[in-house]
């Protein structure tokens, strides 16, 4: 197949006042090595592939490489349809691609709508109110503690050591700090206290649980950036076999109701008691060739895929699901 492998580097940041390049508001975005990684697997197997920026010039390069399939990367730049503009411009240019689609993307992107989405289905999720305007308070009927972050973003981003509140005081502190920060809604909802787990998922398959455990009780920007945090992860988790099914049938219903293909990872908490609560769900889970690094690499090493037989799945279920000839 000829595949046209689509990420936003950080090396090619647009330039903005507000967000000079080194600015962890890009902290999202991917490294050239992840592309090459991926081009180099795919070309191995026997595909032709192609990395495509997906600058303004993205649909006429599109248009003239005629792909099979995009393998599609892409976190964007800006605005809240950022994680789902390059599936609109597929779907408009009618080319098949991996993962989800723009439905998946936003919802998933918006912490507070998919939040709502598990409500509705009766998926465990802590229990949440938005705050749009930081100068316009709703009034709060949840017990502290609470956790205070942006309803989207990624990589911890807005997620200071301060996160965490335990009253009014220091709630209104930090919705301030998260707005001066993100400029952006913000999502106040129970702290879970207890384990945290992250899963992966490729095609149907839940890969091997990843637990998480930190020190400061929870996951941090600065922690995922530094690379001595004293965080560190350990897989497969040691839990339960019944634990385990649960968090696996609670994963794969959530990738499910978001509307999420081929790929995905989820953070997940266990409180105390062993209640379980999915805390958000990212359709473009990290593909950096360091399992130390990307939570979806390490547990499908742990599953027993290589790097590359990990991508040559990816590639198979999306070709299945898509009904494409490999
Ligand atoms: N309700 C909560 N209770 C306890 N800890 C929480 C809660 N919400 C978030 N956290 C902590 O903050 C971390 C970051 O939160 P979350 O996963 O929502 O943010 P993110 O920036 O989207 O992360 P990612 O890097 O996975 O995209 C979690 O890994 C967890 O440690
Ligand atoms: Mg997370």
Same mark, same amino acid.
């Given at each position: 197949?000829?595949?046209?492998?689509?990420?936003?580097?950080?090396?090619?940041?647009?330039? @903005?006042?507000?967000?000079?390049?080194?600015?962890? /508001?890009?902290?999202?975005?991917?490294?050239?090595?992840?592309?090459?990684?991926?081009?180099?697997?795919?070309?191995?197997?026997?595909?032709?592939?192609?990395?495509?920026?997906?600058?303004?010039?993205?649909?006429?390069?599109?248009?003239?490489?005629?792909?099979?399939?995009?393998?599609?990367?892409?976190?964007?730049?800006?605005?809240?349809?950022?994680?789902?503009?390059?599936?609109?411009?597929?779907?408009?240019?009618?080319?098949?691609?991996?993962?989800?689609?723009?439905?998946?993307?936003?919802?998933?992107?918006?912490?507070?709508?998919?939040?709502?989405?598990?409500?509705?289905?009766?998926?465990?999720?802590?229990?949440?109110?938005?705050?749009?305007?930081?100068?316009?308070?709703?009034?709060?009927?949840?017990? /502290?503690?609470?956790?205070?972050?942006?309803?989207?973003?990624?990589?911890?981003?807005?997620?200071?050591?301060?996160?965490? @509140?335990?009253?009014?005081?220091?709630?209104?502190?930090?919705?301030?700090?998260?707005?001066?920060?993100?400029?952006?809604?913000?999502?106040?909802?129970?702290?879970?206290?207890?384990?945290?787990?992250?899963?992966?998922?490729?095609?149907?398959?839940?890969?091997?649980?990843?637990?998480?455990?930190?020190?400061?009780?929870?996951?941090?920007?600065?922690?995922?950036?530094?690379?001595?945090?004293?965080?560190?992860?350990?897989?497969?988790?040691?839990?339960?076999?019944?634990?385990?099914?649960?968090?696996?049938?609670?994963?794969?219903?959530?990738?499910?109701?978001?509307?999420?293909?081929?790929?995905?990872?989820?953070?997940?908490?266990?409180?105390?008691?062993?209640?379980?609560?999915?805390?958000?769900?990212?359709?473009?889970?990290?593909?950096?060739?360091?399992?130390?690094?990307?939570?979806?690499?390490?547990?499908?090493?742990?599953?027993? /895929?290589?790097?590359?037989?990990?991508?040559?799945?990816?590639?198979?279920?999306?070709?299945?699901?898509?009904?494409?000839?490999?």
């Amino acid at each position: 197949m000829k595949i046209a492998v689509l990420a936003n580097l950080k090396k090619d940041v647009p330039f @903005v006042k507000e967000h000079p390049p080194e600015d962890d /508001y890009w902290d999202d975005l991917d490294e050239p090595i992840t592309v090459r990684f991926v081009v180099h697997a795919l070309r191995k197997h026997g595909h032709q592939a192609k990395y495509i920026a997906p600058n303004l010039n993205v649909i006429r390069r599109l248009l003239n490489y005629k792909p099979d399939l995009c393998f599609n990367l892409c976190e964007g730049h800006f605005g809240v349809s950022r994680e789902a503009q390059i599936p609109a411009v597929l779907d408009m240019l009618r080319l098949p691609y991996i993962g989800a689609g723009v439905l998946g993307m936003s919802l998933s992107h918006n912490k507070y709508m998919a939040k709502k989405i598990f409500h509705w289905v009766g998926l465990p999720t802590s229990d949440f109110i938005l705050v749009t305007k930081p100068d316009e308070m709703p009034s709060i009927d949840l017990e /502290y503690p609470l956790f205070v972050k942006p309803a989207h973003e990624g990589t911890s981003i807005g997620i200071n050591e301060n996160a965490l @509140v335990q009253d009014k005081q220091n709630l209104l502190k930090q919705v301030q700090w998260v707005w001066s920060k993100v400029k952006a809604p913000i999502l106040i909802e129970n702290y879970i206290e207890g384990r945290e787990f992250t899963i992966s998922i490729l095609g149907n398959e839940v890969l091997p649980i990843i637990e998480i455990v930190s020190p400061t009780g929870y996951y941090s920007n600065s922690q995922k950036e530094d690379e001595n945090s004293e965080v560190y992860r350990v897989c497969p988790a040691q839990i339960s076999k019944e634990k385990k099914q649960e968090l696996q049938i609670v994963a794969l219903e959530a990738m499910e109701v978001l509307e999420l293909y081929d790929l995905c990872r989820m953070d997940l908490r266990m409180d105390i008691q062993g209640g379980v609560y999915i805390l958000e769900v990212n359709p473009l889970p990290l593909l950096l060739p360091d399992p130390e690094q990307a939570s979806f690499v390490y547990s499908s090493y742990t599953a027993g /895929y290589s790097y590359d037989a990990m991508l040559y799945r990816i590639v198979e279920v999306a070709a299945e699901r898509l009904g494409l000839k490999m």
